[in-house]
């Protein structure tokens, strides 16, 4: 997989991820999101000097992408995912959570 992020000079970072994992039963999932981590306003002049808040939000919003039958109902979920980052550690927590609409 890959990720990047880009810290915009409002201290709004933009997280950017694509990876694939392997399931204990061999199907490949492939996963990509982006979201918003919030460094707070001084965020951006943090960064530079290296400095960051102790546990700052993160909200993602993620979609995977399968051709493995046994997961196929991947493919139709839009999820939100909503937590923050232990920077300490460098630890990312979230809840996962699949949103659908009504018919």
Known sequence: GA????IQRDGV??????TTWET???ALLFGEYSGVFDLGPD???????DEF???????????FVTSHPN???LNRLQCVGLG???MKNLHVQY??????AKA
């Open 3 to 6: 990720d990047w992020m880009v």
């Open 13 to 18: 970072a933009l997280p950017n991820v694509r």
């Open 24 to 26: 204990a039963d061999g």
């Open 43 to 49: 965020g951006y002049a943090n960064t530079l000097r």
């Open 53 to 63: 808040p102790d546990f700052p939000t993160v909200e993602l919003v993620p979609r």
């Open 71 to 73: 997961y196929l109902w």
């Open 84 to 86: 923050a980052v232990d």
């Open 95 to 100: 809840d996962l959570h699949a949103i659908k």
